[in-house]
């Protein structure tokens, strides 16, 4: 059997992402078995996902996902290449995976190589990545403008943010010297971050920002069926949208107790902290105190990413891989993946999370941060009556019949 990885947010999922996945199979087989890696209730621009996690992996799984695993909670909320890494290695752990499938804007795998080994290949020492750096530029900055002195253009890839994931998947790839074969599939419709669908096929942030602004009608023709019936059932129970609005109070009141010291194991440690703790004193919401912090060298997604690692206690010291596999939905064939994983994955696999408890002492810590950020997140549902603790131990995986 093929089995095909693909590491995604489906935030929520979109006629794109069913798009890559027709595509996928186009490529692979129609009988291609496909699991997906998929954050959980954060993500990774440092932000809530708008509907809960074992929802967005029901929608999947009836979308044509066949398998939808959690990628790590600190690999979500980490930069491009720990969040692809993260992401990769739990693929790559599972045994049975074959190929590694992934959207970008230009899809000549050839090249996007030669992107990720000048990636690779520009350490951190080198004299044009250290002049960007010196600069003021961000590192994802300073790596592309020190590819593009090279070759510029593998370095024009590193302009946009799907091509950059690609580039980071292969660099994971790589590092873990994974037999897993990449397939680049050409990313259509509107762009990242993009406010206009384009050939019916919308950006997720486009689909967010309707949703928030109470217009989830908008989305209809640009979600598959059963994904938008997902959403509708999720919006008529109070359990969306879900938005960093509904706890930007309760947020900063953790904030405002910490130290520039305490900040600094949320944000590496290189000055962000002092930005972090003088924004977080004078400005009265998430997304001033966000404003104020952000610079050229400190892009906001890194801001927000930091905000949250702090409220949910994540030091950047938690490493992004994976210590077990979460289970969050199963398909048909993703029942023939999980029995197959039996005898080839390396890491315990959690299918009922009420397990947990009798896993090794070793895993606790992990596993009572993701209990953490469930209970956590559950404060952001719009039902005040949804917004109580221990969720976590009640969910099970919905499996397709």
């Given at each position: 059997?093929?089995?095909?990885?693909?590491?995604?947010?489906?935030?929520?999922?979109?006629?794109?992402?069913?798009?890559?996945?027709?595509?996928?199979?186009?490529?692979?087989?129609?009988?291609?078995?496909?699991?997906?890696?998929?954050?959980?209730?954060?993500?990774?621009?440092?932000?809530?996902?708008?509907?809960?996690?074992?929802?967005?992996?029901?929608?999947?799984?009836?979308?044509?996902?066949?398998?939808?695993?959690?990628?790590?909670?600190?690999?979500?909320?980490?930069?491009?290449?720990?969040?692809?890494?993260?992401?990769?290695?739990?693929?790559?752990?599972?045994?049975?995976?074959?190929?590694?499938?992934?959207?970008?804007?230009?899809?000549?795998?050839?090249?996007?190589?030669?992107?990720?080994?000048?990636?690779?290949?520009?350490?951190?020492?080198?004299?044009?990545?250290?002049?960007?750096?010196?600069?003021?530029?961000?590192?994802?900055?300073?790596?592309?403008?020190?590819?593009?002195?090279?070759?510029?253009?593998?370095?024009?890839?590193?302009?946009?943010?799907?091509?950059?994931?690609?580039?980071?998947?292969?660099?994971?790839?790589?590092?873990?010297?994974?037999?897993?074969?990449?397939?680049?599939?050409?990313?259509?419709?509107?762009?990242?971050?993009?406010?206009?669908?384009?050939?019916?096929?919308?950006?997720?942030?486009?689909?967010?920002?309707?949703?928030?602004?109470?217009?989830?009608?908008?989305?209809?023709?640009?979600?598959?069926?059963?994904?938008?019936?997902?959403?509708?059932?999720?919006?008529?129970?109070?359990?969306?949208?879900?938005?960093?609005?509904?706890?930007?109070?309760v947020i900063l009141a953790h904030?405002?107790?910490?130290?520039?010291?305490?900040?600094?194991?949320?944000?590496?440690?290189?000055?962000?902290?002092h930005r972090l703790c003088a924004?977080?004193?004078?400005?009265?919401?998430?997304?001033?105190?966000?404003?104020?912090?952000?610079?050229?060298?400190?892009?906001?997604?890194?801001?927000?990413?930091?905000?949250?690692?702090?409220?949910?206690?994540?030091?950047?010291?938690?490493?992004?891989?994976?210590?077990?596999?979460?289970?969050?939905?199963?398909?048909?064939?993703?029942?023939?993946?999980?029995?197959?994983?039996?005898?080839?994955?390396?890491?315990?696999?959690?299918?009922?999370?009420?397990?947990?408890?009798?896993?090794?002492?070793?895993?606790?810590?992990?596993?009572?941060?993701?209990?953490?950020?469930?209970?956590?997140?559950?404060?952001a549902y719009p039902d005040p009556?949804?917004?109580?603790?221990?969720?976590?131990?009640?969910?099970?995986?919905?499996?397709?019949?």
């Amino acid at each position: 059997m093929t089995v095909c990885g693909i590491v995604a947010e489906y935030n929520p999922f979109h006629a794109g992402h069913a798009h890559h996945l027709t595509q996928t199979r186009r490529a692979l087989g129609a009988d291609t078995a496909i699991v997906c890696a998929m954050s959980g209730n954060f993500v990774q621009r440092g932000d809530l996902a708008v509907m809960e996690k074992y929802r967005r992996a029901e929608a999947a799984v009836r979308c044509g996902a066949d398998l939808v695993l959690e990628t790590p909670l600190s690999a979500c909320l980490w930069s491009a290449s720990g969040f692809a890494f993260g992401a990769v290695a739990l693929l790559d752990a599972l045994g049975c995976v074959t190929h590694l499938s992934f959207g970008a804007e230009r899809a000549d795998l050839a090249l996007l190589r030669r992107a990720a080994n000048l990636s690779r290949a520009e350490g951190e020492h080198t004299d044009a990545l250290r002049q960007a750096l010196a600069a003021g530029l961000p590192y994802a900055a300073a790596i592309q403008q020190a590819v593009s002195a090279a070759d510029p253009e593998a370095g024009a890839l590193l302009t946009s943010p799907n091509n950059t994931l690609a580039i980071e998947y292969l660099c994971a790839l790589d590092t873990l010297e994974s037999t897993v074969q990449p397939l680049a599939v050409l990313r259509e419709g509107g762009a990242h971050d993009s406010d206009i669908p384009t050939d019916g096929l919308p950006s997720a942030s486009y689909l967010r920002k309707r949703i928030a602004q109470g217009d989830a009608d908008a989305c209809r023709p640009l979600m598959p069926e059963a994904s938008f019936a997902m959403l509708t059932q999720a919006i008529e129970q109070g359990a969306a949208p879900v938005t960093r609005n509904a706890v930007d109070q309760v947020i900063l009141a953790h904030l405002r107790r910490l130290t520039p010291d305490a900040l600094a194991r949320y944000c590496g440690g290189d000055g962000l902290e002092h930005r972090l703790c003088a924004a977080i004193r004078d400005h009265t919401s998430l997304a001033a105190v966000c404003a104020a912090a952000q610079t050229r060298r400190y892009p906001l997604a890194r801001v927000r990413r930091a905000l949250m690692r702090a409220w949910l206690d994540l030091s950047t010291g938690v490493p992004p891989t994976a210590d077990y596999v979460r289970v969050l939905a199963v398909g048909a064939r993703g029942r023939d993946i999980l029995r197959r994983m039996k005898d080839t994955c390396k890491l315990p696999v959690i299918v009922k999370p009420v397990t947990e408890r009798t896993l090794p002492d070793a895993l606790q810590s992990a596993l009572a941060h993701d209990a953490l950020a469930d209970d956590l997140y559950a404060l952001a549902y719009p039902d005040p009556m949804l917004r109580v603790g221990g969720d976590h131990f009640r969910k099970s995986p919905f499996c397709l019949s």
